[in-house]
């Protein structure tokens, strides 16, 4: 089971904000690394800091509805706030 498995509610789950949020994480950690290796791609560099947005937007949210999963979901994925 990986990271974004964990906060699924059902097994058709695509909706929740802790799901998505999961899923961003886990977009934003594979386009960092293609930057690592191709720093001049400014189209994903713009993409990403998109999703990087939206997580954040939907991080807001999640502090505002419900502060005990927000915090265990910036501990679990590793995100720093």
């Known amino acids: ?11 058709k789950d695509t909706g929740s904000v802790e799901f998505q949020i999961s899923q961003l994480t886990n977009r934003i950690t594979v386009l960092t690394d293609h930057l690592r290796s191709n720093p001049k791609d400014n189209s994903s560099k713009h993409g990403m800091l998109k999703l990087v947005g939206k ?6 949210y999640l502090r505002k509805d419900n502060l005990g999963i927000y915090e265990s979901i910036l501990t679990s ?5």
């Open 77 to 81: 994925l590793g995100i720093r706030r």
């Open 55 to 60: 997580r954040s937007r939907f991080l807001s």
């Open 1 to 11: 089971m990986n990271k974004k498995e964990v906060f699924k509610k059902h097994d």
